[in-house]
């Protein structure tokens, strides 16, 4: 049984293949590089011992799309293709729109041309905008976007649920994340952000590694237990597993559903910094900087339905979170170059 993962060579997505490919799935990764490198695959290969059938194509062309279904014996495809950076997306909302939003309508296009009809979407916790309560559930409403990438994951949630309701033959399963971090063990494959990181932990790591002088906590004056923004950092490995378990779902004919994956424990940024120098021995030296426009205070999951229903639920912890987030960059201080 053939999977194909659009975005497989990204952070997520090939730390998915490892799962995947551990589980006994066939994996299939169509990737255009254009976040990501042709290592991650290698080394995962390298990890599993196992073969990955690459194509290097763009989910937008349509040409590959159409040989990759004709050749290959895919039967659902995991949906990580698209571009994430929520800065740039401001700056380039018709590059982010194009790629994600009509990438993945030329994608779901060929699937059900070629008759297949299940698939699991990398969607966000950003779709609940500033949460309407905390914990969040799945059925918490859906929020004000402050920014183009989060809202084409919001649409897209649209559009594909009605895809599903007009053609119930579909399954097809949207999967919201909270914060991805950590590595896998090995500490062979990992996030590689390119230039400067957004997202606290890639920054804390190259600030660890030397590669930064200092982090800065963009504002302590939330209303939150020590005024820094409280987040729910999940293990990238965590979340890879969570796509296996989503793919048996799938198996059962489940129709449209939505599961969060996160642990359902909130960190706070200076929570993070201390556990990451507890772990690593390793200073990080920080200065509080003004709130970054479009942060919130809180947010975390209850991630109850995925246990339930997917049998599904988070194994590691804030320690290993972080030491197999400085495990890889300490390995690989200029990640894949
Ligand atoms: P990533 O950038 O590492 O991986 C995305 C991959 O998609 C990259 O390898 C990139 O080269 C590829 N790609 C982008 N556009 C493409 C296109 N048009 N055709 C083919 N390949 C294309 O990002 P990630 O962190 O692994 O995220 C994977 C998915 O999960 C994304 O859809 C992202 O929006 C979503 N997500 C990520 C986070 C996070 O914090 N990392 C949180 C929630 C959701
Ligand atoms: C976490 C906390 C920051 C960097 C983003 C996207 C979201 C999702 C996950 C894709 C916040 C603080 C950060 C720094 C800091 N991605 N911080 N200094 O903002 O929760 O979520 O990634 O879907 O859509 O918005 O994650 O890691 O950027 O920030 O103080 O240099 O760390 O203010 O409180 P965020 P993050």
Not at 205 to 227: M, R, S
């Amino acid at each position: 049984m053939s999977i194909l993962v659009t975005g497989g060579a990204g952070f997520i997505g090939s730390h998915t293949v490892v799962e995947l490919q551990n589980a006994g799935y066939e994996a299939v990764v169509l990737d255009n590089l254009s976040n990501s490198s042709k290592k991650s695959l290698e080394r995962v290969e390298t990890i599993t011992g196992k073969v990955i059938t690459f194509y290097e194509n763009d989910i937008n062309d349509r040409a590959a799309l159409q040989k990759i279904f004709k050749t290959e014996k895919i039967t659902a495809c995991i949906h990580f293709a698209g571009l994430k950076a929520v800065g740039e997306s401001v700056n380039k909302p018709w590059e982010y729109y194009q790629n994600n939003i009509a990438g993945t309508l030329v994608l779901v296009d060929e699937m059900r041309k070629n008759g297949i009809k299940n698939l699991i979407f990398s969607s966000s916790a950003t779709v609940y905008g500033d949460p309407a309560f905390i914990p969040i559930t799945e059925s918490c409403p859906k929020g004000i976007c402050t920014n183009p990438y989060g809202w084409t994951k919001s649409m897209l949630e649209q559009i594909l649920t009605d895809i599903q309701t007009a053609d119930p033959e579909w399954n097809i399963i949207l999967l919201r994340y909270f914060n991805p971090i950590g590595a896998h063990k090995s500490g062979t494959i990992g996030e590689d952000p390119n230039g400067l990181p957004n997202n606290l932990m890639p920054f804390i790591t190259q600030v660890a590694v030397g590669k930064l002088p200092e982090l800065g906590i963009f504002g302590n004056d939330y209303d939150t237990p020590d005024g820094t923004g409280v987040r729910d950092y999940i293990h990238v490995v965590d979340l890879a597993d969570g796509h296996v378990k989503a793919l048996k779902k799938i198996d059962e004919k489940c129709g449209l559903e939505i599961y969060n994956l996160g642990t359902g424990t909130g960190y706070s940024v200076l929570d993070i910094i201390s556990n990451f120098e507890k772990v690593t021995g390793i200073k990080i030296p920080y200065t509080i900087k003004p709130r970054r426009s479009g942060d919130i205070a809180s947010c975390y999951a209850n991630a109850d339905k995925a246990k339930t229903e997917l049998g599904w639920k988070a194994k590691y912890g804030i320690s290993e979170m972080c030491a197999d987030a400085w495990n890889w960059q300490s390995k690989n201080p200029e990640g894949y170059q």
